[in-house]
């Protein structure tokens, strides 16, 4: 039974064809394939433009991610770098105290967390970089933060201004390699 229907479909469409092409002479028939294979094609280059469209709108995506990644990693040290200015700042209260070292501990995890993250994702060139950047920021800074602790704690607006910047060439340093190291590997 199974095969009897298969011979009655195979010929009801061999005769839809027939019917069809019968009416077509050759140069109709290579008309209509030309037709057929131009809508086709054009269907193709549609659609491979269109997967190429998509591929480099992701990788786009996934570059500007990054871009913000490593600009949050960045704002994380240098917020461990205005760490002294805030000491020197304080007002002296257990309060200030107790706000300002929990603010530098909430940098030095964000730096951590920023630290592990480039070891396991990102190329061994930024990781490496960024790992001297977090190194001559906690040597500046910890050393000032350390001079500031041992300040007295500011008790007029007048002596909110510092004057001058505390040192930081060695972090500076390291910020300027680590930038361009980032914007290599951004623009591969």
Not at 14 to 38: F, K, N, P
């Amino acid at each position: 039974m199974t095969a009897f229907l298969a011979a009655a479909a195979g010929a009801a469409a061999q005769g839809t064809w027939e019917r069809l092409l019968g009416d077509l002479d050759g140069g109709d028939l290579a008309t209509a394939l030309i037709s057929v294979l131009g809508v086709m094609g054009a269907a193709a280059v549609a659609a491979i433009v269109a997967v190429k469209a998509y591929k480099t709108q992701q990788r786009e995506t996934r570059r500007q991610q990054r871009a913000t990644f490593y600009a949050e990693a960045v704002r994380a040290v240098e917020d461990y770098l205005e760490a002294p200015y805030r000491i020197r700042r304080r007002d002296g209260s257990a309060a200030a105290r107790r706000e300002l070292t929990q603010h530098v501990s909430d940098v030095k995890s964000r730096i951590s967390f920023y630290t592990a993250w480039m070891a396991i994702h990102s190329t061994d060139a930024v990781a490496g970089t960024y790992e001297a950047f977090v190194r001559a920021a906690q040597y500046e800074a910890g050393q000032q933060m350390t001079a500031a602790w041992r300040s007295r704690p500011t008790k007029k607006d007048r002596a909110v201004p510092i004057g001058s910047p505390l040192p930081r060439t060695g972090a500076d340093a390291a910020r300027a390699k680590l930038l361009t190291v980032m914007e290599a590997d951004l623009d591969c």
